[in-house]
């Protein structure tokens, strides 16, 4: 059985021979051996919160992973579950190792080889954004739409709007959600730019811009052994490319489907995708004709990159992540109507005074979600 361990250093794999008769102690041994990480610096959980404990009063508190007795079976751990890891002290990330430029003995180097041999993927330690804070009110419109209407069943996505700090903390306070056709493992934007012109003038009389993409995975795709897909991939280095901000953040909001105990959570997940990639999209290495054969967990390169020590033309797509923590707030000096039923958008500014910034019509046609406080 192949399990997800997420930590502040991104996403890895352990290998785990004996699923049924692993215990949590005997898990760290596994995360010790194959992550280098000891045993006793490891606090372990299925809660991603963890990730945002800041003390150790804050580890103490999650505790669903605290005996080390307690067989893995019992936390419902499935192939490909995710468990969440804050450890203490410093690690190394195995990256690239130096390679001879001249290739092997005998062989003639073009330029494009040169320039390939150039080009290295690794892991990005830290992302620009320290943290994205999702207003509930927002988040729950969008999941609520998403789970009650379509049942993750198709996916949906949307432009996340808000504000970006100087210590690069992101706050999303409503989403728009384009003009689209949601298929199972595909999401199909049929962009506007006159009606995303109105949006941005909306953002700007709010005093917001736009500061992320978001987008659902359906309740097929949580059974994949992926994170984001090549084709998620591709789009969220397209919009995150096309913004030109560094604090840019994709989110990703699944349903959680727990088969032995019969219920479901609705789960969200921040990443930044990491500047190599960027890089990488801009300069046209990515193959974008994806065939239905193709595995849906790697990146397919026009030309040989450098993973480690390895040549290759495919690349996990993990690499390309850079996990963000998740926080939320409460919009309160801030007013965003849902369009649908208001004849305006308001903005209630600090004096109290609430200014229009939509017209009837622009209100009623768009698909906007944020705080529906009145």
Same mark, same amino acid.
């Given at each position: 059985?192949?399990?997800?361990?997420?930590?502040?250093?991104?996403?890895?794999?352990?290998?785990?021979?004996?699923?049924?008769?692993?215990?949590?102690?005997?898990?760290?041994?596994?995360?010790?051996?194959?992550?280098?990480?000891?045993?006793?610096?490891?606090?372990?959980?299925?809660?991603?919160?963890?990730?945002?404990?800041?003390?150790?009063?804050?580890?103490?508190?999650?505790?669903?992973?605290?005996?080390?007795?307690?067989?893995?079976?019992?936390?419902?751990?499935?192939?490909?579950?995710?468990?969440?890891?804050?450890?203490?002290?410093?690690?190394?990330?195995?990256?690239?190792?130096?390679?001879?430029?001249?290739?092997?003995?005998?062989?003639?180097?073009?330029?494009?080889?040169?320039?390939?041999?150039?080009?290295?993927?690794?892991?990005?330690?830290?992302?620009?954004?320290?943290?994205?804070?999702?207003?509930?009110?927002?988040?729950?419109?969008?999941?609520?739409?998403?789970?009650?209407?379509?049942?993750?069943?198709?996916?949906? /996505?949307?432009?996340?709007?808000? @504000? &970006? #700090?100087?210590?690069? !903390?992101?706050?999303?306070?409503?989403?728009? =959600?384009?003009? *689209?056709?949601?298929?199972?493992?595909?999401?199909?934007?049929?962009?506007?730019?006159?009606?995303?012109?109105?949006?941005?003038?909306?953002?700007?009389?709010?005093?917001?811009?736009?500061? /992320?993409?978001?987008?659902?995975? @359906? &309740? #097929?795709?949580?059974? !994949?052994?992926?994170?984001?897909?090549?084709? =998620?991939?591709? *789009?969220?280095?397209?919009?995150?490319?096309?913004?030109?901000?560094?604090?840019?953040?994709?989110?990703?909001?699944?349903?959680?489907?727990?088969?032995?105990?019969?219920?479901?959570?609705?789960?969200?997940?921040?990443?930044?995708?990491?500047?190599?990639?960027?890089?990488?999209?801009?300069?046209?290495?990515?193959?974008?004709?994806?065939?239905?054969?193709?595995?849906?967990?790697?990146?397919?390169?026009?030309?040989?990159?450098?993973?480690?020590?390895?040549?290759?033309?495919?690349?996990?797509?993990?690499?390309?992540?850079?996990?963000?923590?998740?926080?939320?707030?409460?919009?309160?000096?801030?007013?965003?109507?849902?369009?649908?039923?208001?004849?305006?958008?308001?903005?209630?500014?600090?004096?109290?005074?609430?200014?229009?910034?939509?017209?009837?019509?622009?209100?009623?046609?768009?698909?906007?979600?944020?705080?529906?406080?009145?």
């Amino acid at each position: 059985m192949m399990l997800r361990i997420r930590s502040r250093d991104g996403l890895e794999r352990v290998k785990v021979e004996n699923p049924n008769g692993t215990k949590v102690s005997e898990l760290k041994t596994i995360i010790q051996k194959q992550l280098g990480i000891p045993t006793h610096n490891q606090t372990l959980s299925t809660n991603q919160n963890l990730l945002l404990a800041k003390s150790i009063e804050d580890l103490i508190r999650f505790n669903d992973m605290s005996n080390p007795n307690t067989p893995i079976s019992a936390l419902n751990l499935s192939h490909g579950s995710i468990v969440f890891l804050a450890y203490e002290g410093e690690r190394r990330v195995p990256g690239p190792t130096a390679f001879s430029p001249a290739g092997s003995f005998g062989r003639k180097m073009t330029m494009d080889d040169l320039i390939a041999k150039q080009m290295r993927v690794s892991r990005q330690e830290n992302p620009h954004c320290e943290l994205v804070s999702f207003d509930r009110d927002c988040a729950n419109a969008f999941q609520h739409y998403v789970n009650e209407t379509l049942a993750f069943a198709v996916k949906r /996505g949307g432009f996340m709007y808000g @504000t &970006v #700090s100087e210590e690069g !903390k992101v706050e999303v306070n409503f989403i728009y =959600e384009p003009p *689209q056709q949601g298929l199972e493992e595909n999401l199909l934007f049929f962009r506007d730019p006159e009606e995303e012109k109105i949006v941005e003038a909306i953002a700007i009389g709010l005093g917001m811009r736009r500061v /992320g993409f978001i987008f659902t995975q @359906t &309740v #097929s795709q949580d059974k !994949k052994d992926y994170t984001l897909s090549y084709r =998620e991939v591709l *789009q969220a280095a397209e919009y995150h490319a096309e913004s030109g901000l560094k604090e840019w953040v994709t989110a990703v909001v699944k349903l959680e489907v727990n088969e032995e105990m019969g219920g479901a959570d609705v789960h969200f997940e921040a990443f930044q995708i990491s500047d190599v990639c960027i890089r990488l999209f801009k300069e046209g290495w990515f193959v974008t004709e994806i065939k239905e054969d193709h595995d849906p967990k790697l990146s397919i390169m026009k030309k040989d990159v450098v993973v480690g020590v390895k040549d290759t033309k495919e690349v996990d797509n993990d690499f390309f992540l850079v996990v963000v923590k998740i926080a939320d707030h409460q919009v309160h000096d801030t007013y965003l109507f849902y369009c649908a039923g208001y004849s305006s958008l308001v903005h209630l500014g600090a004096a109290g005074t609430p200014q229009k910034v939509c017209d009837e019509e622009d209100a009623g046609t768009m698909r906007l979600r944020g705080c529906s406080k009145m």
